[in-house]
């Protein structure tokens, strides 16, 4: 069996495909669940509110955005930045016009089977995160 310290708590878990123990496995469920019901009931809330509200940190909250789990409140305008151009996005880790750019280009690579393939590997862009606190 394969023992690991847990990332989130720093107790020896046997190692799964969580990538953490169960107890805060459950936790971030938890944690995610709290954070959709706030958005859906306070619309314009800001990073800061809704990490206050739920007890998620503002650095988790901007990576469910960015996996695409969650949609960006309007009070979180410009907190999330397009990774190529940095203008404010919604979701995900690109704005509307770089998705096309991006889409193309992986396209355009794929039609010529001479030209080596696109790297689409989301490993080594580092977050772009404003701490506030
Ligand atoms: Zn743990
Ligand atoms: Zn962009």
Redesign the pocket.
Known sequence: MNVKNCPGCGKMYVQNSLGMCEACKIGEEEGFSAIKEYIEENEESTLGEISKATGVSVKKILGYVREGRLMATSGMAGDIT?K????P?TIGN??E??MLKLNKGIKDAYSDDNSPKVETKRTGIKMQIKDKF
């Open positions: 397009c190529s151009c940095g203008e996005v690109f704005c016009a770089c």
